[in-house]
């Protein structure tokens, strides 16, 4: 949990080596990574068949694999309690961030329920700098608040480029901002730098959100100074809308073809070969309404198959960025002095999208053009359903939303070289 994680780090580092001026050793530098709706064994290290070396590489040399870590059931609870160190109720955040500007009935005026991170909580980095002395950043999906006084600077990053709700379109198209107000992911504004508001027309042309985000931090850790640091890089991937450079999507093109339940079976055996799973853990069987896989007509079995394959190229996108800051890290001679953590922050997504409560089903009929030939693109607007999703928290139950393991177990794994030096080696 991550109360037992948190408390950990600071066990582990005094806080007299925290404070400002003290000691003389190189204190840790802090780089959190966290992936959205990303489910538990779609990394290889859990028995993911998609390509993501560099994550495994955290795990296998010399990191910490954590099997049985949980979060909140959705994002922003999660994301509260990973900045706070508390009960997402306390900081604010017992529901969705969004619930409460859009059901002001049920929740608006209730303390715990405020929708942003709130101010009986410290945040991690505004300790890390007063008390510690630290640099702080971060890039990507923030949702703990929307208006100015909420924002990643105002709750103690000195660096930002953030998108401020969730479920952005990674390649920027946002065709309905301009003309209407839509459903929380397309609210305007959209994105946040330091203390400004960013028109989304504004970012490049050739935007990808996974790029973009792992660009912008290295930058601001270039141009930072001689403090150590708290960099936090928050993915919307594999988030929908699914969308991919193309050259990648067509690396898992028939990858899928045999649907979901395979890939469910063969995940299974992949943490059985691992030592994940036993032999004996019978998988937990769900049933969706979704047409099942046997049933489908050949055209249906390509689109969904193809909304995987997407998905895969997703994760191996946010891999490839994650290998760009580990070799940022080792040049610039920073790695073995960075703690880092990779999590999702909660189970993979199992909804239907068409059965959200959003605006941007309709923007998706007016604005979108999902066909088979389209969709990972720009112009497309889709989710991938939610027998993939059971397929990657297999032998768990039910997925994201759900307070079930399907919905809070997730993968985590850990990087940091003093803690499995034989000197200060401890079990976490
Ligand atoms: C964002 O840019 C578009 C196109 O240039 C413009 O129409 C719109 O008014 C801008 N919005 C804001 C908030 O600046
Ligand atoms: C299937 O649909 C029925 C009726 O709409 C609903 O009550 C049920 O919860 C749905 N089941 C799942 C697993 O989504
Ligand atoms: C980092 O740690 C590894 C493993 O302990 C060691 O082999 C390597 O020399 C260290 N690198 C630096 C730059 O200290
Ligand atoms: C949708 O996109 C595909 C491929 O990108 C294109 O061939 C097709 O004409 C588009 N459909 C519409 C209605 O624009
Ligand atoms: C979508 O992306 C393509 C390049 O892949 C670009 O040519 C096109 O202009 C983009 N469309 C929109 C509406 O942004």
Redesign the pocket.
């Given at each position: 949990m991550f109360k037992s994680i948190f408390c950990f780090i600071f066990l582990y580092i005094p806080i007299d080596t925290l404070q400002k001026n003290t000691s003389p050793s190189p204190r840790p530098n802090f780089l959190i990574i966290v992936a959205d709706d990303l489910g538990y064994t779609d990394i290889s290290p859990y028995g993911s068949e998609i390509s993501t070396p560099n994550i495994e590489s955290l795990a296998s040399n010399g990191g910490t694999l954590f099997t049985d870590f949980h979060t909140a059931s959705t994002c922003s609870p999660t994301r509260s309690m990973l900045l706070s160190g508390t009960d997402h109720h306390l900081a604010g955040i017992g529901q969705m961030s969004d619930m409460t500007e859009r059901y002001p009935k049920l929740w608006g005026g209730k303390q715990g329920y405020e929708g942003y991170l709130n101010d009986r909580v410290a945040a991690l980095p505004e300790i890390l700098k007063d008390l510690g002395g630290y640099q702080t950043m971060m890039t990507g999906k923030w949702h703990l608040g929307t208006v100015k006084e909420q924002i990643p600077s105002k709750r103690g990053f000195e660096r930002s480029f953030a998108l401020i709700h969730g479920a952005g379109n990674h390649f920027n198209y946002e065709p309905a901002v301009?003309t209407e107000r839509g459903g929380f992911a397309l609210n305007?504004?959209l994105y946040v730098r330091d203390d400004e508001?960013i028109?989304?027309?504004?970012l490049p042309e050739d935007y990808y959100s996974s790029d973009y985000f792992t660009s912008e931090l290295i930058r601001f850790l270039d141009e930072g100074d001689e403090r150590s640091f708290f960099a936090y890089l928050a993915f919307t991937a594999p988030h929908w809308p699914l969308q991919a450079p193309n050259e990648l999507i067509e690396k898992y093109k028939g990858k899928y073809d045999a649907g979901p339940d395979a890939l469910r079976a063969a995940r299974l055996e992949r943490q059985r070969q691992l030592g994940l799973l036993t032999r004996n853990v019978d998988s937990m069987r769900v049933s969706t309404n979704e047409t099942s896989w046997k049933f489908m007509l050949d055209d249906e079995r390509a689109f969904s198959a193809k909304t995987m394959e997407i998905y895969a190229a997703m994760i191996h996108r946010m891999d490839d960025s994650i290998g760009r800051i580990i070799d940022y890290l080792h040049r610039t001679n920073q790695f073995n002095n960075t703690f880092i953590l990779f999590m999702s922050d909660n189970g993979a997504e199992g909804v239907v999208l068409e059965s959200l409560l959003l605006q941007s089903i309709d923007q998706s009929v007016t604005y979108f053009n999902n066909s088979y030939e389209n969709i990972g693109k720009n112009t497309s607007y889709i989710s991938y359903g939610p027998q993939w999703a059971y397929a990657a928290m297999a032998p768990y139950r039910m997925a994201k939303g759900h307070i079930t393991e399907g919905g809070v177990r997730c993968p985590a794994i850990v990087h940091f070289g003093p803690l499995t030096s034989t000197s200060t080696s401890r079990s976490v």
């Open positions: 301009a305007p504004p508001f028109n989304h027309t504004a």
